[in-house]
T-cell receptor
Framework: GNSVTQMEGPVTLSEEAFLTINCTYTATGYPSLFWYVQYPGEGLQLLLKATKADDKGSNKGFEATYRKETTSFHLEKGSVQVSDSAVYFCALRISGGYNKLIFGAGTRLAVHP | GAGVSQSPSNKVTEKGKDVELRCDPISGHTALYWYRQSLGQGLEFLIYFQGNSAPDKSGLPSDRFSAERTGGSVSTLTIQRTQQEDSAVYLC???????????????FGPGTRLTVT
């Protein structure tokens, strides 16, 4: 079946630290991959995406590369800020599957000054 | 323009009561999705609409759950005889289409927090 596994949180970092949140997936077919972010008190919003192998999605200093050989889509940021504190969800979408999203469990990130 | 809206934002109900949750998608979006975010289950797909029809209901957890969409716009998720395990945040998302390529983004509403006491 199709599933997403991401590292458990919470992840606690100091400001300007390097961030990695691991995400691996299992999928039939060729999925598109996404990172969504949920800031405190706000709705879920798309952070970045990649639609095929070796694509790199990037936004707001965050990056993730679609690695088909390792079935991974790890989220990275070189220097986190307090404002990055949020819950991050990795997700996949199977083409031809009505585009429904399959999410990981979410990883809470807390950044301290 | 206006985003996806959901109402109510919070709902507290007694066990055994029925509840209705409403979603107003972005105007012109033909695809609509319901998801549920709960502590034990994470974020899970419930049902998908294309126009007024629901070709994928595979995520509905039991026959107490149903949904409809009218006029290709507003959708209502109904939970009958609520149970405590139904407590969760119910999210709605809309998309311009569900087909036509991998690039169509889903736009999420703020959610309805349901608490069953």
């Amino acid at each position: 079946g199709n599933s997403v596994t991401q590292m458990e949180g919470p992840v606690t970092l100091s400001e300007e630290a390097f961030l990695t949140i691991n995400c691996t997936y299992t999928a039939t077919g060729y999925p598109s991959l996404f990172w969504y972010v949920q800031y405190p008190g706000e709705g879920l919003q798309l952070l970045l995406k990649a639609t095929k192998a070796d694509d790199k999605g990037s936004n707001k200093g965050f990056e993730a590369t679609y690695r088909k050989e390792t079935t991974s889509f790890h989220l990275e940021k070189g220097s986190v800020q307090v404002s990055d504190s949020a819950v991050y969800f990795c997700a996949l979408r199977i083409s031809g599957g009505y585009n429904k999203l399959i999410f990981g469990a979410g990883t809470r990130l807390a950044v301290h000054p | 323009g206006a985003g996806v809206s959901q109402s109510p934002s919070n709902k507290v109900t007694e066990k055994g009561k029925d509840v209705e949750l409403r979603c107003d998608p972005i105007s012109g979006h033909t695809a609509l999705y319901w998801y549920r975010q709960s502590l034990g289950q994470g974020l899970e797909f419930l049902i998908y609409f294309q126009g007024n029809s629901a070709p994928d209901k595979s995520g509905l957890p039991s026959d107490r759950f149903s949904a409809e969409r009218t006029g290709g716009s507003v959708s209502t998720l109904t939970i009958q005889r609520t149970q405590q395990e139904d407590s969760a945040v119910y999210l709605c998302a809309s998309s311009p289409s569900s087909t036509g390529g991998p690039s169509y983004e889903q736009y999420f509403g703020p959610g309805t927090r349901l608490t069953v006491t």
